[in-house]
């Protein structure tokens, strides 16, 4: 698109915000815009998407935390604007500048996600039957998992010929296995401890936490955009996809995630049962799982290098997840020692 075709296209949008554009970059869904009034972004949205999330990033500022790039009221208060089939809303450009290394910035981005669960944070009532058809329904579903698998090797082993899907994934079943019993163990403990609760804490979840989502200012301040899946519920439903990401790489001793998760835990320490359920997910081998069912439902025009590579990757996190997992439980482990032999 062209400068003039892109001018065209931001002026209706950006006159109800009294503001005159000059000229417009693309990134993609937001564009930079520098106008009579500054340089601003301007965000597109499915209206579908609503705009519930800028009443929970005006709740925020309620509850006085700003570390979220503000939203611009237009000229008649509406705070974001309909334009041929999509929503819109302006912010301040942020420059997001580079002054430091990616753990130094992770490690700023999950103190800042803690302090927003803190500010956020209350007691909810829980329905004590939907906490157990939520427990029951996910234990089927992870028994019907480990019926898969357990066919899947054995179909796998008596053939003359494996192929090399079905061989990789004979030598990694064991540790899927010892993974998803793992998942099963800690989703018991969880419901044992929580089946006669009637309260919850339930925060307000950003909804897609990630580092780009998570800009610096030039003072090196972090600041948080990107709120349109935002919800309350579990304080875990920010940090279990956030870790899920960034332990989707090549093998690694994953100590720095483990800092990572104890610098959250600093700032917003989670309770046992909260713990439970969080290593219970975090543990799941889900992707793994899913990587061998979608492989023996095609059972014509395989693309046996993909699947092969696809189970090497969830592989590699599945390991460097193991890491992250067997670290928490020994630290809390400690702890739990320490306080029964700590004098009353």
Request: hydrophobic residues 35%; proline residues 4%; contains cysteine.
């Amino acid at each position: 698109m062209s400068d003039l075709n892109r001018l065209k296209e931001v002026a209706p949008i950006l006159r109800a915000y009294q503001v005159e554009p000059y000229f417009v970059e693309d990134f993609g869904r937001i564009q930079k815009i520098y106008s009579n009034k500054g340089v601003f972004a301007l965000k597109k949205i499915f209206p579908s998407n609503g705009t519930d999330f800028i009443r929970h990033v005006q709740f925020l500022y309620q509850k006085g935390y700003n570390r979220i790039v503000p939203i611009y009221p237009a000229a008649d208060g509406r705070y974001a604007v309909l334009h041929q089939n999509y929503l819109y809303y302006l912010m301040p450009w942020m420059p997001n500048e580079e002054r430091e290394n990616q753990s130094e910035r992770n490690k700023q981005l999950v103190r800042e996600l803690a302090r927003l669960h803190i500010l956020s944070a209350r007691e909810i009532n829980i329905n004590t039957e939907e906490r157990k058809e939520h427990y029951e329904n996910t234990m089927l579903e992870w028994d019907k998992e480990k019926e898969f698998i357990e066919g899947f090797m054995e179909r796998s082993e008596k053939k003359w010929y494996m192929s090399p899907f079905e061989l990789l994934f004979c030598l990694y079943y064991h540790e899927i296995s010892q993974a998803l019993l793992f998942s099963k163990r800690k989703l018991e403990d969880w419901y044992e401890k929580t089946k006669d609760q009637e309260k919850a804490r339930s925060v307000l979840v950003h909804g897609k936490v990630s580092a780009e989502h998570f800009l610096l200012d030039e003072r090196g301040y972090g600041y948080f955009i990107n709120f349109e899946r935002s919800k309350s519920g579990s304080p875990f439903h920010d940090l279990l996809p956030f870790l899920s990401r960034s332990l989707k790489s090549l093998p690694k001793q994953a100590e720095d995630y483990v800092d990572l998760v104890y610098t959250y835990f600093k700032y917003f320490p989670f309770k046992e049962d909260e713990m439970q359920l969080f290593l219970a997910y975090l543990a799941h081998p889900g992707k793994i799982i899913r990587t061998a069912e979608n492989y023996f439902k095609k059972q014509a025009g395989k693309n046996e290098r993909k699947f092969v590579q696809q189970l090497q990757r969830h592989y590699w996190q599945l390991k460097n997840t193991e890491y992250v997992v067997m670290r928490i439980e020994e630290i809390e482990q400690r702890k739990k020692e320490a306080e029964e032999k700590a004098p009353d």
